[in-house]
């Protein structure tokens, strides 16, 4: 089947501008995660949904960032009054659960949101 | 708190010869995760290779091997009979047992050139 969808693959937006990023899972994934990637940076955790219960947000920058799950499935990611430090890719992925080693992250091609 | 160190922010191999890049990290815990993901152009993390930390036995897959010295937080990759296809960043993370995926702290990356 096909694996982590993201959308859109390039973003640009001008500052103060809210824009909205899309993850699309692999189809029975109970597990989606949302990471940024900063230019030379490894990837930052942003926030952890599982299944039905409450997302682990811990990871959020700011209040201007906030992100969904609607049905268990599709999520999306969603910043407010964009500034130009939240310039970056965003990384999607899933997993069929949360169990650590056991159950892999399955990446998406992220999306690279400018912010002018 | 964790910290996962890439002291090496590029390197260059020939193809066909063998390259090692290096990983260290700092956790309390007893028992954890590490891995190796590969970044290619394409912009999606793929995972290259786990260990679990209680395992003494190096993880190897194909032609990609670590090297994981517990004692002294090291945890590094070599890539045997290098390819083109290699070309990529390479993060080394960690995640403590128990945690969910949500937890994996990532290096600052190497970015790894082959030379046909």
């Known amino acids: 089947g096909a694996g982590v969808s993201q959308s859109p693959s390039n973003k640009v937006t001008e500052k103060g501008k809210d824009v909205e990023l899309r993850c699309d899972p692999i189809?029975?994934?109970?597990?989606l995660y949302w990471y940024r990637q900063s230019l030379g940076q490894g990837l930052e955790f942003l926030i952890y949904f599982q299944g039905n219960s409450a997302p682990d947000k811990s990871g959020l920058p700011s209040d201007r960032f906030s992100a969904e799950r609607t049905g268990g499935s599709v999520s999306t990611l969603t910043i407010q009054r964009t500034q130009q430090e939240d310039s970056a890719v965003y990384l999607c992925?899933?997993?069929?659960?949360?169990?650590?080693?056991?159950?892999?992250?399955?990446f998406g091609n992220g999306t690279r949101l400018t912010v002018t | 708190a964790q910290t996962v160190t890439q002291s090496q922010p590029e390197m260059s191999v020939q193809e066909a010869e063998t390259v090692t890049l290096s990983c260290t990290y700092d956790?309390?815990?007893?028992?954890?995760?590490l891995f190796w993901y590969k970044q290619p152009p394409s912009r999606q993390m793929i995972l290259v290779i786990r260990?679990?930390?209680?395992?003494?036995q190096n993880a190897t897959e194909n032609r990609f091997s670590v090297n994981f010295q517990k004692a002294a937080k090291s945890f590094s990759l070599k890539i045997s009979d290098s390819q083109l296809g290699d070309a990529a960043m390479y993060f080394c993370a960690s995640m403590n047992y128990g945690g969910s995926q949500g937890n994996l702290i990532f290096g600052k990356g190497t970015k790894l050139s082959v030379k046909p």
């Open positions: 260990q679990e930390a209680y395992k003494q």
């Open positions: 992925a899933s997993s069929f659960n949360s169990a650590g080693n056991n159950s892999p992250l399955h």
């Open positions: 189809s029975g994934h109970t597990a």
């Open positions: 956790t309390s815990e007893s028992d954890y995760y």
